[in-house]
T-cell receptor
């Protein structure tokens, strides 16, 4: 079992709709959870971090964490073509410990 | 967010030569830096974890004698690909964290092509 699992996609969503990206992790002691966006040929860019159960909203992005189910998700409202990218879920146990990435979900926003 | 600078962004080298990649944290002290490799259409693969002033910890399957990592200061880590071969051609990315912050910030990446 992979430590961090994501559906590779591609996930195709019409412009203006909500894109929902999902991630599961295997290590129950994981404490910190991140979503990164990576455009082709570029390095990842942090877009959201979440540390406790529930929802965290930042602009059009909402991260959701459920530690009991070992599940973290990212919702993107009012999807734009510029949101088309690969989204990487990442998990870490504690401060400065290694960060484990999922394989990423490719998101495509169609006009 | 914090700034991590990686240099060079692109390098082409001949087979058998060595290439050094630098990763600098510009506005914070990075107690830990990570080095990743990413092949086309694949995910980031962690190669090693580098802590300032100590030896790097390499992931299984990564040759420590081939990928030399030096983290000599709180703002600089280097990765040297020794005796590079075409199969080492990849996108190499560093990231840095502080002791207080679990968020990792990435450098711009280095596209290495070995010919």
């Amino acid at each position: 079992q992979k430590e961090v699992e994501q559906n590779s996609g591609p996930l195709s969503v019409p412009e203006g709709a909500i894109a929902s990206l999902n991630c599961t992790y295997s290590d129950r002691v994981s404490q910190s959870f991140f979503w990164y966006r990576q455009y082709s040929g570029k390095s990842p860019e942090l877009i959201m971090s979440i540390y406790s159960n529930g929802d965290k909203e930042d602009g059009r992005f909402t991260a959701q964490l459920n530690k009991a189910s070992q599940y973290v998700s990212l919702l993107i409202r009012d999807s734009q073509p510029s949101d088309s990218a690969t989204y990487l879920c990442a998990v870490t146990r504690s401060s400065a410990s290694k960060i484990i990435f999922g394989s990423g979900t490719r998101l495509s926003i169609r006009p | 967010g914090a700034v991590v600078s990686q240099h060079p962004s692109r390098v082409i080298c001949k087979s058998g030569t060595s290439v050094k990649i630098e990763c600098r944290s510009l506005d914070f002290q990075a107690t830990t830096m990570f080095w990743y490799r990413q092949f086309p259409k694949q995910s980031l693969m962690l190669m090693a974890t580098s802590n300032e002033g100590s030896k790097a910890t390499y992931e299984q399957g990564v040759e420590k004698d081939k990928f030399l990592i030096n983290h000599a200061s709180l703002t600089l880590s280097t990765l040297t690909v020794t005796s590079a071969h075409p199969e080492d051609s990849s996108f190499y990315i560093c990231s840095a964290v502080t002791a207080m912050n679990t968020e990792a910030f990435f450098g711009q990446g280095t596209r290495l092509t070995v010919v």
